[in-house]
């Protein structure tokens, strides 16, 4: 059953709104995914509450991205929903590798020259985690921008 091009723009509106909204309680969040050598456990906590609470908006914000999405082009829609998995998976991992720090704060010692092997390989891990958790976020953003411009710009405005 396909809807009617003014029932489709009001439901498209209605989303948009939605959208924007979660935009801005995404952008009052304030999560950086720049990584500090704190071997503090208070900073990895909070660290990892953060992160929870971030990436928890984000998901929300990246589902209402591909509901208005699909609306206009379920393929391009479909293609997103796999990146909010991958999403889902890169936060995932991240959130382990931060526990991993924040039992074991000292791995993010800059100070201490004889590290292990193991506390190396972890600082490494979140390191690069942290640019691919960022990098995806990116790539994500850019897939909506190009979908708006393409298919949505001109219905919503």
């Not at 990436?55 to 209402?64: F, T």
């Not at 020259?113 to 979140?126: G, T």
């Amino acid at each position: 059953m396909s809807q009617s091009p003014e029932d489709l723009k009001k439901i498209a509106k209605k989303y948009s709104e939605k959208l924007a909204k979660l935009g801005m309680e995404l952008g009052k969040t304030q999560f950086s995914y720049k990584v500090e050598n704190k071997p503090s456990n208070e900073y990895w906590q909070k660290k990892i509450i953060d992160f929870k609470k971030y990436s928890e908006k984000g998901l929300e914000y990246y589902n209402q991205t591909y509901s208005l999405m699909n609306l206009v082009n379920t393929e391009e829609a479909q293609m997103f929903l796999l990146r909010t998995s991958k999403f889902r998976q890169l936060r995932t991992t991240l959130i382990e590798i931060m526990e991993k720090i924040e039992k074991n704060p000292s791995i993010m010692n800059t100070k201490d020259k004889q590290q292990s092997l193991w506390s190396r390989k972890i600082k490494e891990e979140i390191t690069n985690h942290s640019n691919k958790c960022l990098q995806h976020e990116k790539d994500m953003n850019i897939l909506f921008r190009e979908c708006y411009e393409k298919y949505l710009k001109g219905m919503i405005e």
